[in-house]
Structures are given as C-alpha cells and as structure tokens.
C-alpha cells in the first residue's frame, strides 16, 4: 500500500480537524495509508518531513500555508519524494500557481491521481542555513508588509490582513539605494522593493509577475520597483500589474544568482515569511522540487 505523510500546521488561518478528516478519508478511499503529523514548533515540519524521507513514505503532502510548505520542503532536499500540498494557509500561492484545487476532497484526489513534476526551487542562504522558496523573495516593503502582519489577523482576515496592513503604513514607503546584481549584470538604483520570482503569478490567477515567467523555465525574474509614499506605490504596483513597459519605476531582470543589497538594510522574506534583513543572495536550482498537481 502506497503511503503518505500528512503534515498539518495547526496555526495555519484555515486549519481544522474536519479538513484533516476530509483528506485521510479520500486517501484511504484511494488505496493510500496516512500517517498524520502536528507541527508543534518552528521548523518543525522540516524534521517530519526528513523522517518521513527516512521511513520510506511515497508522498509528503502539506496541510497548510506557503511557509509551512517550504519547511518541509527543507527536509525533503535530496531525496526522490514528491510534494502534495492541500491548501490551508493564508495565501497559498505555490498551490495556486500550481492549479492545486482549495477544496481539500479534490486536493487529496489530485494527490491520489495526478503524476509527479519538476519545478525550479529558489535557495537563499542565511546564518543558520539554506532557506528554500518556491514562489518569491523580497526586501524592502513588502518583507515590512508580511512581517508586521500578525498571525492573529492572518487567521481572521485571510489576504484582507495583508491589504489593510499596506494601507495603513504605505505612507512609510521609501526608496532606499540598491544595489542589485543578476548574474554579471549589474543594477544601481533606489528601490523600495525587490522581488525575485519563481513563479507567474503574484495573486493566482489574476496577478502576474510579468509575461512569459514560468515555475520551470530555470530562470528567476527579477522585479524592482522605485516609489514614495502611499499613492506613488499604488500608481507603481499598478503599473507593474498592468505590465506597462514604458515605466521608468519599475525595472525587470532575469537570471539564477542574484544578490540584493540595500543601504540601509532592509527587511526580507522568503514566500511571505520574515527571512532576516539585506543583504542577501539567492540562488536558483533548476527542476530541484518534484510537486503532485494538475497537469
């Protein structure tokens, strides 16, 4: 019998006993065995995931938010065993880019049926180790953003958490001088925000990070964005949105190591979790993270 290991985050906004239910009775209709393990601390789910690795299951799968995804996805490096994902976190961005459905029957059954993939895989090197990221890292407001939105609101407001907490300090927004290398290419310019993309889209599906980015192209795409004060980044992020190629605020490059440095130094996140300050390098590695979704 193929098994797989359900990792649930009990403090993820959407997560409950019922959806856990829901996904092990699908399974097990599917001809699955499921081991179901609680994250009780940080970095947990890295240390089952490696267990789960070490135990021989088929599948790790995720019950909850990007971060707790990318977690696992630590303990998982170097082995064979793909990811399933069930979504139930905030924001969900890698299981939307992914098409992985929201409703947790038809995520177990995609886990039970669809083939394994190869996606890219972002790595950002910190103090205590590699950091893995699927869909993006950043610095400047948008790190500020993520980390001054606390959990209590992310459980309560979902994504409406994020959108009142810019409205209220978008007048804080300030381009700072950076410094941004992508590959031998070099970007001196002041920045208020830095984000370097895995994936296409920002807010699946309506959102994308710019044309032609894909989750397997091998490449990152880079996007650096100039404003000051609340209604100049609202006039910037719409210009980014709407892909408007002739904006002098937002600036666009694409490679596999970049390295942002911001003076003063500035706050970053890895898939909208804190991820210490600038600067910082990330590096890209081609086709390192086997997914279950949707073809």
């Not at 985050?9 to 856990?20: D, H, Q, S």
């Not at 992985?100 to 993939?117: G, H, Q, S, T």
Request: aromatic share 6%; glycine share 12%; charged share 20%.
């Amino acid at each position: 019998m193929a098994r797989v290991m359900l990792i649930t985050n009990p403090a993820a906004a959407r997560t409950n006993p019922g959806i856990v239910r829901t996904v092990s009775d699908v399974l097990g209709r599917e001809g699955w065995g499921v081991d179901v393990v609680d994250t009780t601390h940080a970095g947990h789910a890295a240390e089952l995931a490696a267990d789960g690795v070490r135990d021989g299951v088929d599948v790790i799968a995720v019950h909850g938010g990007d971060g707790t995804t990318m977690q696992a996805v630590k303990g998982m490096q170097g082995s064979d065993v793909p990811l399933g994902m069930i979504p139930g976190g905030t924001g969900n961005l890698l299981a939307g880019n992914l098409r992985i459905p929201r409703d947790p029957a038809k995520a177990a059954l995609a886990i039970a049926r669809e083939r394994p993939r190869d996606i890219d895989l972002g790595s950002m090197a910190r103090p205590d180790g590699a950091h893995f990221f699927a869909v993006a890292a950043g610095a400047g407001f948008d790190a500020e953003l993520m980390a001054g939105t606390t959990p209590a609101a992310k459980r309560r407001w979902k994504m409406a958490a994020y959108v009142a907490r810019a409205w209220g300090t978008g007048g804080t927004v300030k381009s700072v001088p950076s410094r941004i290398t992508v590959d031998d290419r070099v970007i001196e310019c002041k920045a208020a925000s830095v984000l370097v993309a895995n994936c296409a889209e920002f807010i699946p599906p309506f959102v994308t990070f710019r044309k032609g980015v894909a989750i397997d192209d091998g490449l990152f795409d880079v996007v650096i964005l100039t404003a000051e004060g609340l209604f100049e980044s609202l006039g910037v992020v719409l210009e980014w949105i709407t892909g408007d190629d002739s904006s002098t605020r937002v600036q666009y490059a694409r490679g596999r190591m970049v390295r942002v440095e911001m003076e003063p130094s500035q706050a970053a996140q890895i898939d909208g979790e804190p991820a210490g300050r600038t600067p910082f390098t990330a590096e890209l590695l081609p086709g390192a993270l086997r997914v279950i979704a949707p073809a």
